[in-house]
């Protein structure tokens, strides 16, 4: 026969596991609904000034070759002088497709 006690524990013991079950679901509802937003809002922003910092370095090392192309241009002559300068305007055409292969 069953007594007072085993009725009692019986009766905690269901609640104690219903109370781990509102605990994890409390626990992903959280995970889901706060952190995963704020997590992808940062890397959202992490990688739009990423963008915007690479774009600003890749114009940069632009114009730089654009400068060194035209002073092998005017300090240096023939043909060797071209193929140079026709390369180096080439590979600086290059710099704003590689922003574009960031994304």
């Given at each position: 026969?069953?007594?007072v ?25 959280f ?15 992490i ?7 690479m774009?600003?370095?890749l ?23 071209t ?7 080439t590979?600086?055409k290059?710099?704003?497709?590689a ?5």
């Amino acid at each position: 026969m069953a007594n007072v006690f085993d009725y009692i524990n019986d009766f905690f013991a269901g609640g104690e596991e219903a109370l781990r079950n509102i605990e994890k679901e409390l626990e992903r509802s959280f995970i889901k609904d706060i952190l995963a937003p704020a997590k992808k809002a940062r890397i959202s922003t992490i990688e739009k000034d990423t963008e915007k910092y690479m774009k600003i370095s890749l114009l940069s090392a632009q114009e730089s070759l654009k400068e060194v192309s035209k002073n092998i241009d005017s300090s240096m002559k023939g043909e060797f002088s071209t193929k140079v300068v026709e390369t180096i305007e080439t590979k600086s055409k290059e710099y704003p497709k590689a922003l574009n292969g960031t994304k």
